[in-house]
């Protein structure tokens, strides 16, 4: 049974930082694209970065304007998401999930883990 694991998140003022990371159990993340998403109350899991299974592509929302990264390593089944420059409309859970290809970024094929909660005061 395939498990994500979503952990880093926290609270930080305006213009702070954080690196989040994703972890999964039960299957190889190296050959999937990896999705970070973000959901708040009432919501849909909005897409906000992805990178593709040999870390060479990337994809990122408009309103991240340069301020977030993604990368991975495959070697310990792990993806991260560093997130600069926060804003408050930051403010959300993240959840990661995988989609077979970049083009398809917006798919999740597994259960949702618990996501991480980032807070940014203002």
């Known amino acids: 049974q395939v498990q994500l694991v979503e952990s880093g998140g926290g609270l930080v003022q305006t213009g702070g930082s954080l690196d989040l990371s994703c972890a999964a159990s039960g299957v190889s993340l190296s050959t999937y694209t990896v999705t970070w998403f973000r959901r708040t109350s009432g919501k849909d899991h909005e897409p906000v970065a992805a990178v593709s299974a040999d870390g060479r592509n990337t994809w990122f929302g408009a309103f991240v304007k340069g301020r977030f990264s993604i990368s991975r390593d495959n070697a310990k089944n792990t993806v991260h998401l560093r997130l600069n420059n926060l804003k408050p409309d930051d403010t959300a859970v993240y959840y990661c999930?995988?989609?077979?290809?970049?083009?398809?970024?917006?798919?999740?094929?597994?259960?949702w883990g618990q996501g991480t909660q980032v807070t940014v005061s203002s």
């Open positions: 999930n995988a989609a077979l290809d970049i083009a398809t970024l917006t798919s999740h094929l597994w259960p």
